[in-house]
């Protein structure tokens, strides 16, 4: 059975490895090429956007590809929309693996707003320390905000042009643990946490930070589902596919 995994998240890299030691399965992983050395895979790896829903589509058929797994990041939400289109069209099942969305506990000071642009504006015009850990790719819009000293974290090194006027770089891939995280905020002073609600255990850390320090998060909602059917665990991605194996 020919399957599709759209990656780029510990999710895409987990079932890839669950799905390499199946036989009955021949499985290839697809990359965006977003970071400069991606996560070791244990499958076939292609590179690059497939150009929109139709070079999605014209793949799909070309390889003979039988079901798709959306495993990108939830806020990868145009390749999640261009999935749902591009699988109807080609008539292949999809799925979205996806972690749950990290939600507050009660002692929690989170902001929610609803994109790059909401965080800027929150963070007010009184001059702030920001951990900011939105992804190389989200630095620009604050920009907008130059009056802030930002503590960016990314995995690849930001263009010159992509950081903000005022900032500390520090460059690491999570797993981050909780003495870490609260090392670094007081390090470096960190009096506000701004983040994208991407969920998961890798980068969690932060949100445990922020409240033992009683720091406030400007937590960034996801984008809207694509519609297609979710699941966060492994096994259920798992029997999901085994029961759409086309029967012989
Ligand atoms: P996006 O805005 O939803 O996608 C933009 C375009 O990039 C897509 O239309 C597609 O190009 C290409 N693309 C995205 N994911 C792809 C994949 N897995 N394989 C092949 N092409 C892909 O995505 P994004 O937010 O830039 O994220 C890019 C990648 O980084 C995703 O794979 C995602 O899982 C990962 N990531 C994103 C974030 C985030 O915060 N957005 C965080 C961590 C990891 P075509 O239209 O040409 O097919």
């Known amino acids: 059975m020919r399957v599709l995994i759209l990656g780029g998240t ?14 009955d399965i021949d ?21 690059g956007g497939f150009g929109g829903i139709e070079g999605l589509a014209v793949y799909l058929q070309a390889e003979g590809i039988e079901a798709v797994v959306d495993a990108t990041h939830p806020f990868a939400a145009q390749m999640s929309r261009h999935a749902v289109a591009a699988c109807e069209q080609a008539g292949v099942p999809l799925l979205v693996h996806t972690r749950p969305a990290w939600t507050p506990l009660a002692q929690d000071r ?7 642009e909401g965080a800027v504006a929150a963070l007010g015009r009184e001059p702030r320390t920001v951990f900011l850990t939105v992804g190389r790719l989200s630095l620009p819009a604050f920009a907008a905000a130059p009056q802030h000293t930002y503590v960016v974290r ?8 992509e950081l903000p006027p005022r900032h500390e770089l520090v460059l690491a891939r ?24 991407s969920g998961g255990k890798a980068t969690a850390a932060k949100l445990e930070a922020a409240r033992t320090l009683e720091l406030p998060v400007i937590m960034v909602d996801r984008p809207p589902p694509s519609g297609a059917q979710v699941e966060h665990r492994l096994p259920a991605v798992l ?10």
Do not use: Y
């Open 239 to 248: 029997d999901w596919i085994e029961a759409h194996r086309p029967t012989p």
């Open 110 to 116: 989170w902001t929610a707003v609803p994109d790059l």
């Open 174 to 197: 999570g797993p981050f643990d909780l003495a870490a995280e609260t090392t670094l905020m007081r390090r470096f002073g960190v009096d506000v946490v701004v983040t994208k609600n």
């Open 10 to 23: 510990t999710e895409a890299t987990a079932l890839s490895g669950a799905l390499a030691e199946r036989r």
């Open 154 to 161: 990314s995995i690849d090194a930001p263009e010159p042009g």
């Open 27 to 47: 499985a290839m992983l697809s990359l965006a090429g977003r970071t400069s050395a991606p996560a070791e895979s244990a499958l076939p790896t292609r590179v």
